[in-house]
Protein backbone atom coordinates (compact mmCIF):
# COMPACT_ATOMS: atom_id res chain seq x y z
CA UNK A 1 0.00 0.00 0.00
CA UNK A 2 1.33 3.65 -0.70
CA UNK A 3 1.66 5.68 2.05
CA UNK A 4 1.72 9.60 2.10
CA UNK A 5 2.19 11.91 4.84
CA UNK A 6 -1.09 14.06 3.68
CA UNK A 7 -3.57 12.77 1.37
CA UNK A 8 -6.13 15.51 -0.39
CA UNK A 9 -9.51 14.28 -1.79
CA UNK A 10 -10.57 16.66 -4.86
CA UNK A 11 -8.68 18.65 -6.71
CA UNK A 12 -10.66 21.91 -7.02
CA UNK A 13 -9.39 25.55 -5.51
CA UNK A 14 -9.20 24.00 -2.03
CA UNK A 15 -7.85 20.55 -2.71
CA UNK A 16 -5.06 22.22 -5.13
CA UNK A 17 -4.74 24.97 -2.28
CA UNK A 18 -4.27 22.50 0.50
CA UNK A 19 -1.36 20.45 -1.74
CA UNK A 20 0.44 23.80 -2.18
CA UNK A 21 0.57 23.96 1.26
CA UNK A 22 1.29 20.87 2.36
CA UNK A 23 3.89 19.80 -0.37
CA UNK A 24 5.68 23.54 -0.16
CA UNK A 25 5.82 22.25 3.20
CA UNK A 26 7.97 19.50 2.35
CA UNK A 27 5.55 16.90 3.61
CA UNK A 28 4.97 14.06 1.08
CA UNK A 29 1.31 15.18 -0.61
CA UNK A 30 -1.10 13.52 -2.73
CA UNK A 31 -4.07 14.83 -4.66
CA UNK A 32 -6.82 12.18 -5.48
CA UNK A 33 -8.88 13.77 -8.04
CA UNK A 34 -11.77 11.58 -10.43
CA UNK A 35 -11.94 14.06 -12.77
CA UNK A 36 -10.43 16.86 -14.66
CA UNK A 37 -8.69 19.44 -12.01
CA UNK A 38 -10.48 22.58 -10.67
CA UNK A 39 -13.46 20.99 -9.92
CA UNK A 40 -16.71 23.31 -10.19
CA UNK A 41 -14.40 26.10 -11.79
CA UNK A 42 -14.36 24.51 -14.70
CA UNK A 43 -18.25 24.86 -15.51
CA UNK A 44 -17.70 28.76 -15.43
CA UNK A 45 -16.50 30.90 -18.29
CA UNK A 46 -15.02 33.18 -16.39
CA UNK A 47 -14.04 34.41 -12.87
CA UNK A 48 -13.90 37.58 -12.26
CA UNK A 49 -14.00 37.91 -8.09
CA UNK A 50 -10.82 35.92 -7.27
CA UNK A 51 -7.98 38.39 -6.52
CA UNK A 52 -5.03 39.05 -8.57
CA UNK A 53 -6.69 38.66 -12.16
CA UNK A 54 -7.99 42.21 -12.35
CA UNK A 55 -9.50 41.49 -16.67
CA UNK A 56 -10.64 38.14 -14.63
CA UNK A 57 -9.67 34.52 -15.55
CA UNK A 58 -11.67 31.63 -17.29
CA UNK A 59 -12.36 29.07 -14.50
CA UNK A 60 -10.10 26.62 -16.85
CA UNK A 61 -7.26 28.82 -16.75
CA UNK A 62 -7.00 29.28 -12.78
CA UNK A 63 -7.67 25.70 -12.30
CA UNK A 64 -4.57 24.56 -14.37
CA UNK A 65 -2.54 27.51 -12.88
CA UNK A 66 -3.48 26.30 -9.05
CA UNK A 67 -2.50 22.46 -10.29
CA UNK A 68 0.73 23.63 -11.94
CA UNK A 69 1.73 25.51 -8.80
CA UNK A 70 0.88 23.02 -6.36
CA UNK A 71 2.80 20.35 -8.16
CA UNK A 72 5.76 22.69 -9.00
CA UNK A 73 6.54 21.71 -5.40
CA UNK A 74 6.44 18.33 -5.64
CA UNK A 75 2.72 17.61 -4.92
CA UNK A 76 1.25 14.23 -7.03
CA UNK A 77 -1.57 13.88 -8.32
CA UNK A 78 -3.54 11.13 -9.09
CA UNK A 79 -7.00 9.93 -10.72
CA UNK A 80 -8.57 7.79 -8.60
CA UNK A 81 -12.34 8.22 -7.42
CA UNK A 82 -11.99 7.83 -3.39
CA UNK A 83 -14.76 5.24 -2.66
CA UNK A 84 -14.25 5.20 1.18
CA UNK A 85 -12.42 5.79 4.35
CA UNK A 86 -11.33 3.91 7.28
CA UNK A 87 -10.53 6.22 9.89
CA UNK A 88 -10.12 3.63 13.11
CA UNK A 89 -6.63 3.87 13.38
CA UNK A 90 -3.62 6.28 13.68
CA UNK A 91 -3.34 5.98 10.09
CA UNK A 92 -5.77 6.88 7.38
CA UNK A 93 -6.74 4.47 4.67
CA UNK A 94 -7.96 5.59 1.42
CA UNK A 95 -9.92 3.24 -0.53
CA UNK A 96 -10.29 3.99 -4.09
CA UNK A 97 -11.31 2.54 -7.70
CA UNK A 98 -7.56 2.07 -7.99
CA UNK A 99 -6.58 0.41 -4.83
CA UNK A 100 -6.14 1.65 -1.28
CA UNK A 101 -3.59 4.19 0.03
CA UNK A 102 -2.29 5.41 3.89
CA UNK A 103 -1.78 8.70 5.30
CA UNK A 104 -0.94 10.22 8.65
CA UNK A 105 -3.17 13.56 7.68
CA UNK A 106 -6.41 13.31 5.30
CA UNK A 107 -7.65 16.57 3.54
CA UNK A 108 -11.46 15.96 2.33
CA UNK A 109 -11.57 18.54 -0.61
CA UNK A 110 -14.38 16.56 -2.41
CA UNK A 111 -16.84 19.96 -2.86
CA UNK A 112 -20.27 20.01 -4.08
CA UNK A 113 -22.89 19.95 -6.71
CA UNK A 114 -25.51 22.24 -7.24
CA UNK A 115 -28.90 20.58 -7.60
CA UNK A 116 -30.18 20.63 -10.65
CA UNK A 117 -33.87 21.35 -11.42
CA UNK A 118 -34.03 18.46 -13.73
CA UNK A 119 -36.40 19.92 -16.16
CA UNK A 120 -35.48 19.91 -20.35
CA UNK A 121 -32.95 22.10 -21.40
CA UNK A 122 -31.47 22.88 -18.42
CA UNK A 123 -28.59 20.36 -19.11
CA UNK A 124 -27.84 21.36 -22.61
CA UNK A 125 -28.04 25.19 -21.52
CA UNK A 126 -25.44 25.07 -18.91
CA UNK A 127 -22.74 27.60 -19.34
CA UNK A 128 -25.52 29.58 -21.97
CA UNK A 129 -27.70 30.95 -19.61
CA UNK A 130 -28.21 28.31 -17.11
CA UNK A 131 -25.77 29.08 -14.42
CA UNK A 132 -25.80 27.76 -10.51
CA UNK A 133 -24.08 30.80 -9.40
CA UNK A 134 -24.92 34.49 -9.66
CA UNK A 135 -22.19 36.27 -7.77
CA UNK A 136 -20.36 34.33 -10.57
CA UNK A 137 -22.30 35.52 -13.15
CA UNK A 138 -24.76 38.23 -13.00
CA UNK A 139 -22.24 40.80 -14.60
CA UNK A 140 -23.02 39.27 -17.72
CA UNK A 141 -26.69 39.99 -17.45
CA UNK A 142 -26.20 44.07 -17.64
CA UNK A 143 -29.50 45.07 -18.60
CA UNK A 144 -31.03 41.42 -19.51
CA UNK A 145 -34.09 40.51 -17.87
CA UNK A 146 -33.08 36.71 -16.21
CA UNK A 147 -35.03 34.12 -13.85
CA UNK A 148 -33.96 32.35 -10.73
CA UNK A 149 -35.36 29.41 -9.53
CA UNK A 150 -36.02 28.58 -5.42
CA UNK A 151 -37.72 30.13 -2.57
CA UNK A 152 -34.81 29.70 0.13
CA UNK A 153 -32.00 32.33 1.24
CA UNK A 154 -29.92 31.80 -1.43
CA UNK A 155 -32.00 31.98 -3.97
CA UNK A 156 -33.58 35.18 -2.71
CA UNK A 157 -30.19 37.01 -1.55
CA UNK A 158 -29.14 36.27 -5.33
CA UNK A 159 -32.08 36.91 -6.71
CA UNK A 160 -31.66 40.75 -5.26
CA UNK A 161 -27.53 40.50 -6.05
CA UNK A 162 -28.95 40.08 -9.48
CA UNK A 163 -31.30 43.24 -9.84
CA UNK A 164 -28.04 45.02 -9.69
CA UNK A 165 -27.02 44.00 -12.97
CA UNK A 166 -30.14 42.84 -14.63
CA UNK A 167 -33.36 45.59 -15.69
CA UNK A 168 -35.56 42.93 -14.28
CA UNK A 169 -35.62 39.66 -12.52
CA UNK A 170 -38.12 36.84 -11.97
CA UNK A 171 -38.25 35.04 -8.94
CA UNK A 172 -39.78 31.37 -9.53
CA UNK A 173 -41.26 29.62 -6.50
CA UNK A 174 -43.26 26.92 -6.34
CA UNK A 175 -44.71 27.51 -2.80
CA UNK A 176 -47.34 31.28 -1.96
CA UNK A 177 -44.59 32.00 0.36
CA UNK A 178 -40.95 32.39 0.17
CA UNK A 179 -38.48 29.96 3.03
CA UNK A 180 -36.10 32.79 3.41
CA UNK A 181 -36.01 34.39 6.65
CA UNK A 182 -38.54 37.87 7.03
CA UNK A 183 -35.39 40.19 6.83
CA UNK A 184 -34.13 39.02 3.24
CA UNK A 185 -38.06 38.60 2.54
CA UNK A 186 -38.93 42.09 2.99
CA UNK A 187 -36.40 43.58 0.65
CA UNK A 188 -37.21 41.35 -1.85
CA UNK A 189 -40.57 42.36 -1.81
CA UNK A 190 -39.25 46.08 -1.70
CA UNK A 191 -37.47 45.66 -4.59
CA UNK A 192 -38.91 47.36 -7.75
CA UNK A 193 -36.86 45.38 -10.04
CA UNK A 194 -37.68 42.01 -8.94
CA UNK A 195 -40.81 40.10 -9.50
CA UNK A 196 -41.82 37.29 -7.90
CA UNK A 197 -44.14 34.19 -9.37
CA UNK A 198 -45.60 32.32 -6.82
CA UNK A 199 -47.20 28.74 -6.86
CA UNK A 200 -44.75 28.73 -10.35
CA UNK A 201 -42.67 25.42 -11.59
CA UNK A 202 -39.83 25.40 -14.55
CA UNK A 203 -41.21 22.76 -16.86
CA UNK A 204 -38.48 23.46 -19.45
CA UNK A 205 -35.66 25.80 -20.30
CA UNK A 206 -35.50 26.94 -24.22
CA UNK A 207 -33.07 28.25 -26.42
CA UNK A 208 -30.45 27.36 -29.40
CA UNK A 209 -26.95 28.95 -28.82
CA UNK A 210 -27.93 31.06 -25.19
CA UNK A 211 -31.40 30.53 -23.19
CA UNK A 212 -34.48 32.44 -24.60
CA UNK A 213 -36.83 31.41 -22.78
CA UNK A 214 -38.56 29.21 -19.49
CA UNK A 215 -41.36 27.65 -19.96
CA UNK A 216 -43.56 27.96 -16.67
CA UNK A 217 -46.67 26.14 -15.05
CA UNK A 218 -48.94 27.46 -12.50
CA UNK A 219 -49.73 25.10 -9.48
CA UNK A 220 -52.69 26.92 -8.36
CA UNK A 221 -54.55 27.26 -11.71
CA UNK A 222 -52.31 24.96 -13.88
CA UNK A 223 -52.31 27.31 -16.45
CA UNK A 224 -48.77 27.06 -19.02
CA UNK A 225 -47.56 30.08 -19.89
CA UNK A 226 -43.30 31.29 -21.34
CA UNK A 227 -41.55 33.99 -20.56
CA UNK A 228 -38.81 35.58 -22.76
CA UNK A 229 -35.40 35.56 -20.89
CA UNK A 230 -31.46 35.30 -20.64
CA UNK A 231 -30.74 33.47 -18.00
CA UNK A 232 -31.94 31.17 -15.31
CA UNK A 233 -30.05 30.87 -12.23
CA UNK A 234 -31.37 27.71 -10.25
CA UNK A 235 -31.24 27.53 -6.40
CA UNK A 236 -32.87 24.57 -5.42
CA UNK A 237 -29.83 24.12 -3.04
CA UNK A 238 -26.18 22.07 -3.52
CA UNK A 239 -25.56 18.62 -2.49
CA UNK A 240 -22.10 17.94 -1.05
CA UNK A 241 -20.34 14.89 -2.18
CA UNK A 242 -19.17 13.21 -0.20
CA UNK A 243 -20.67 9.89 0.35
CA UNK A 244 -17.09 8.35 0.54
CA UNK A 245 -17.19 9.45 4.36
CA UNK A 246 -21.01 9.08 5.45
CA UNK A 247 -19.80 8.63 9.42
CA UNK A 248 -18.38 12.31 8.80
CA UNK A 249 -21.60 14.51 7.82
CA UNK A 250 -23.83 15.98 10.00
CA UNK A 251 -27.26 15.23 9.16
CA UNK A 252 -28.83 18.58 10.84
CA UNK A 253 -26.71 20.64 8.55
CA UNK A 254 -27.64 19.35 5.24
CA UNK A 255 -24.79 16.79 5.48
CA UNK A 256 -22.01 18.91 5.06
CA UNK A 257 -19.51 18.28 6.96
CA UNK A 258 -18.72 20.17 10.34
CA UNK A 259 -15.24 21.48 11.03
CA UNK A 260 -13.96 24.17 13.72
CA UNK A 261 -11.99 26.92 12.46
CA UNK A 262 -8.70 25.01 12.28
CA UNK A 263 -10.99 22.83 9.58
CA UNK A 264 -10.84 19.67 11.69
CA UNK A 265 -13.34 17.02 11.50
CA UNK A 266 -14.17 15.51 14.56
CA UNK A 267 -11.82 12.89 13.61
CA UNK A 268 -8.12 13.39 14.45
CA UNK A 269 -6.15 14.25 11.48
CA UNK A 270 -8.93 14.51 9.16
CA UNK A 271 -9.72 17.94 8.12
CA UNK A 272 -12.61 19.13 5.25
CA UNK A 273 -12.24 22.04 3.13
CA UNK A 274 -14.32 24.48 0.76
CA UNK A 275 -17.75 23.42 -0.85
CA UNK A 276 -17.80 19.98 0.98
CA UNK A 277 -17.95 21.77 4.90
CA UNK A 278 -20.58 23.58 7.11
CA UNK A 279 -20.19 27.44 6.13
CA UNK A 280 -21.71 30.28 4.74
CA UNK A 281 -19.86 31.72 1.52
CA UNK A 282 -19.12 29.20 -1.01
CA UNK A 283 -16.49 30.51 -3.21
CA UNK A 284 -13.38 30.27 -4.97
CA UNK A 285 -11.57 32.41 -2.54
CA UNK A 286 -12.87 31.11 0.54
CA UNK A 287 -12.36 27.29 -1.13
CA UNK A 288 -8.38 28.70 -1.44
CA UNK A 289 -8.43 29.77 1.93
CA UNK A 290 -10.03 26.56 3.81
CA UNK A 291 -6.98 24.73 1.59
CA UNK A 292 -4.31 26.90 3.41
CA UNK A 293 -5.43 26.29 6.87
CA UNK A 294 -5.98 22.85 6.66
CA UNK A 295 -2.88 22.02 5.21
CA UNK A 296 -0.69 24.20 8.28
CA UNK A 297 -2.31 22.52 10.41
CA UNK A 298 -2.28 19.04 8.64
CA UNK A 299 1.62 19.75 8.68
CA UNK A 300 1.76 20.06 12.57
CA UNK A 301 -0.58 17.13 13.13
CA UNK A 302 1.78 14.96 10.83
CA UNK A 303 4.71 16.43 12.67
CA UNK A 304 2.90 15.70 15.88
CA UNK A 305 2.55 12.48 14.66
CA UNK A 306 6.21 11.88 13.46
CA UNK A 307 7.59 12.84 17.33
CA UNK A 308 5.46 10.10 18.44
CA UNK A 309 5.99 7.52 16.15
CA UNK A 310 9.37 8.11 14.19
CA UNK A 311 9.10 5.27 11.94
CA UNK A 312 8.88 6.01 8.03
CA UNK A 313 5.07 4.85 7.51
CA UNK A 314 5.86 2.09 5.17
CA UNK A 315 8.09 0.18 8.29
CA UNK A 316 5.13 0.94 10.53
CA UNK A 317 2.87 -0.66 8.22
CA UNK A 318 4.92 -3.87 8.12
CA UNK A 319 5.44 -3.76 12.37
CA UNK A 320 3.89 -7.14 12.85
CA UNK A 321 6.47 -8.53 15.10
CA UNK A 322 6.92 -12.73 14.87
CA UNK A 323 6.49 -13.75 18.83
CA UNK A 324 7.52 -16.85 19.44
CA UNK A 325 8.14 -19.18 23.01
CA UNK A 326 11.48 -17.43 23.59
CA UNK A 327 10.38 -14.19 23.43
CA UNK A 328 6.99 -13.92 24.32
CA UNK A 329 7.30 -12.48 27.77
CA UNK A 330 9.67 -9.75 26.82
CA UNK A 331 7.54 -8.60 23.53
CA UNK A 332 3.70 -9.31 25.37
CA UNK A 333 4.28 -9.67 28.82
CA UNK A 334 6.73 -6.95 29.93
CA UNK A 335 5.21 -4.98 26.81
CA UNK A 336 3.79 -1.12 27.97
CA UNK A 337 1.61 -0.98 25.25
CA UNK A 338 -1.61 -3.32 24.76
CA UNK A 339 -0.79 -6.42 22.65
CA UNK A 340 -2.67 -8.20 20.05
CA UNK A 341 -1.33 -11.59 19.58
CA UNK A 342 -3.00 -13.38 16.39
CA UNK A 343 -2.50 -17.36 16.48
CA UNK A 344 -2.36 -18.35 13.23
CA UNK A 345 -1.70 -21.54 11.40
CA UNK A 346 -0.25 -22.16 7.73
CA UNK A 347 -2.62 -24.53 6.27
CA UNK A 348 -5.51 -22.37 8.52
CA UNK A 349 -7.54 -20.77 5.17
CA UNK A 350 -9.75 -17.78 7.64
CA UNK A 351 -5.98 -17.22 9.57
CA UNK A 352 -4.50 -16.41 6.10
CA UNK A 353 -7.37 -14.14 4.97
CA UNK A 354 -7.17 -12.13 8.48
CA UNK A 355 -3.48 -11.59 7.98
CA UNK A 356 -3.82 -8.10 5.66
CA UNK A 357 -6.32 -6.81 8.14
CA UNK A 358 -3.90 -7.30 11.03
CA UNK A 359 -1.00 -5.48 8.84
CA UNK A 360 -3.20 -3.07 7.99
CA UNK A 361 -4.65 -2.48 11.32
CA UNK A 362 -0.88 -2.81 12.97
CA UNK A 363 -0.54 0.12 10.87
CA UNK A 364 -3.41 2.29 11.66
CA UNK A 365 -3.39 1.76 15.86
CA UNK A 366 0.99 2.10 15.49
CA UNK A 367 2.08 4.06 18.66
CA UNK A 368 -1.23 2.50 20.58
CA UNK A 369 -1.25 -1.12 20.41
CA UNK A 370 1.73 -3.45 19.83
CA UNK A 371 0.60 -6.32 16.81
CA UNK A 372 2.35 -9.97 17.54
CA UNK A 373 1.18 -12.94 15.22
CA UNK A 374 2.41 -16.53 16.64
CA UNK A 375 2.69 -19.60 14.14
CA UNK A 376 1.56 -22.04 16.18
CA UNK A 377 2.61 -25.14 14.01
CA UNK A 378 6.14 -23.61 15.32
CA UNK A 379 5.10 -22.66 18.59
CA UNK A 380 2.77 -25.77 19.76
CA UNK A 381 3.75 -25.50 23.38
CA UNK A 382 3.16 -21.75 23.45
CA UNK A 383 -0.22 -22.40 21.58
CA UNK A 384 -1.25 -25.04 24.07
CA UNK A 385 0.05 -22.78 27.36
CA UNK A 386 -2.58 -20.27 26.54
CA UNK A 387 -5.65 -22.27 25.57
CA UNK A 388 -5.55 -21.94 22.46
CA UNK A 389 -7.09 -24.95 21.08
CA UNK A 390 -8.59 -23.38 17.63
CA UNK A 391 -7.55 -20.92 14.90
CA UNK A 392 -7.83 -18.62 14.22
CA UNK A 393 -7.65 -17.05 17.62
CA UNK A 394 -6.60 -13.74 18.57
CA UNK A 395 -5.35 -12.84 22.36
CA UNK A 396 -5.52 -9.78 23.58
CA UNK A 397 -2.50 -8.66 26.53
CA UNK A 398 -2.65 -5.31 28.70
CA UNK A 399 -0.28 -5.25 31.69
CA UNK A 400 1.19 -8.64 31.06
CA UNK A 401 -2.27 -10.20 31.47
CA UNK A 402 -4.37 -11.76 29.03
CA UNK A 403 -7.67 -9.48 28.87
CA UNK A 404 -10.06 -10.89 25.85
CA UNK A 405 -10.04 -13.08 23.23
CA UNK A 406 -11.11 -13.53 19.95
CA UNK A 407 -12.02 -17.21 18.21
CA UNK A 408 -13.69 -18.75 15.37
CA UNK A 409 -15.57 -16.68 13.37
CA UNK A 410 -14.81 -13.23 13.91
CA UNK A 411 -14.18 -10.60 11.27
CA UNK A 412 -12.55 -7.00 10.92
CA UNK A 413 -15.38 -5.30 12.57
CA UNK A 414 -15.42 -7.53 15.33
CA UNK A 415 -11.60 -6.97 15.61
CA UNK A 416 -11.72 -3.16 15.89
CA UNK A 417 -14.30 -3.37 18.79
CA UNK A 418 -12.03 -5.52 20.46
CA UNK A 419 -9.08 -3.49 20.44
CA UNK A 420 -11.04 -0.50 21.36
CA UNK A 421 -12.73 -1.87 24.20
CA UNK A 422 -8.98 -3.20 25.30
CA UNK A 423 -7.78 0.18 24.53
CA UNK A 424 -10.78 2.01 26.51
C1 LIG B 1 -21.23 27.45 -12.74
C2 LIG B 1 -20.45 27.89 -11.55
C3 LIG B 1 -19.79 29.10 -11.59
C4 LIG B 1 -19.04 29.52 -10.51
N1 LIG B 1 -18.40 30.73 -10.59
C5 LIG B 1 -17.68 31.17 -9.55
C6 LIG B 1 -16.97 32.43 -9.62
O1 LIG B 1 -17.02 33.14 -10.62
N2 LIG B 1 -16.27 32.80 -8.53
C7 LIG B 1 -16.19 32.04 -7.40
O2 LIG B 1 -15.50 32.43 -6.46
N3 LIG B 1 -16.86 30.88 -7.29
C8 LIG B 1 -17.58 30.42 -8.33
N4 LIG B 1 -18.29 29.24 -8.22
C9 LIG B 1 -18.21 28.49 -6.97
C10 LIG B 1 -16.84 27.80 -6.84
O3 LIG B 1 -16.51 27.18 -8.04
C11 LIG B 1 -16.83 26.79 -5.71
O4 LIG B 1 -17.16 27.46 -4.52
C12 LIG B 1 -15.47 26.14 -5.55
O5 LIG B 1 -15.08 25.52 -6.74
C13 LIG B 1 -15.44 25.13 -4.43
O6 LIG B 1 -14.20 24.54 -4.43
P1 LIG B 1 -13.90 23.11 -3.75
O7 LIG B 1 -12.47 22.83 -4.05
O8 LIG B 1 -14.36 23.12 -2.37
O9 LIG B 1 -14.85 22.08 -4.51
P2 LIG B 1 -15.07 21.73 -6.03
O10 LIG B 1 -14.73 22.86 -6.90
O11 LIG B 1 -16.45 21.19 -6.08
O12 LIG B 1 -14.00 20.58 -6.30
C14 LIG B 1 -14.12 19.32 -5.70
C15 LIG B 1 -13.36 18.32 -6.52
O13 LIG B 1 -13.39 17.07 -5.83
C16 LIG B 1 -13.59 16.02 -6.77
N5 LIG B 1 -14.20 14.88 -6.10
C17 LIG B 1 -15.43 14.83 -5.54
N6 LIG B 1 -15.66 13.60 -5.01
C18 LIG B 1 -14.55 12.86 -5.26
C19 LIG B 1 -14.18 11.50 -4.99
N7 LIG B 1 -15.01 10.66 -4.35
N8 LIG B 1 -12.97 11.06 -5.41
C20 LIG B 1 -12.12 11.90 -6.06
N9 LIG B 1 -12.42 13.20 -6.35
C21 LIG B 1 -13.61 13.68 -5.95
C22 LIG B 1 -14.51 16.64 -7.81
O14 LIG B 1 -14.40 15.95 -9.05
C23 LIG B 1 -13.97 18.06 -7.89
O15 LIG B 1 -12.97 18.20 -8.89
C24 LIG B 1 -18.99 28.75 -9.32
C25 LIG B 1 -19.64 27.52 -9.27
C26 LIG B 1 -20.35 27.08 -10.36
C27 LIG B 1 -21.03 25.75 -10.33
Known amino acids: MDSYDVIIIGAGPAGLTAALYSARAKLRTLVLERAASGGQMTATDMIENYPGFPE ?12 RQALRFGAERRSAAVLSLDLEGGLRIVRTDKGDLACRALIIASGATPRPLGCPGEAELRGRGVSYCAVCDAAFYEGCRVAVVGGGDAAVEEALYLTRFASEVLLIHRRDALRATKIVQERALAEPRLKILWDTVVEGIRGGDAVEAVDLKN ?3 GQRSSEPV ?3 FVYVGLSPSNAFCEALR ?4 GSYIRT ?24 VVTAAADGAIAATHAGKYVVEQCTENPQPLEK ?17 RSCGQPVLVDFWGPRCGPCLAL ?11 AGRMKFCTVNSAENRRLAIDLKVMS ?14 RLQGEFGRQEIVERIQAVLG
Open 219 to 221: LRT
Open 391 to 404: LPSFLFFKGGQEVA
Open 250 to 253: AEDS
Open 230 to 232: DGV
Open 316 to 332: TMSALLEATKENFDAEV
Open 260 to 283: DEHMRTRVPGVYAVGDVREKELRQ
Open 56 to 67: GVSGAELAALME
Open 355 to 365: LPVVEELAAGF
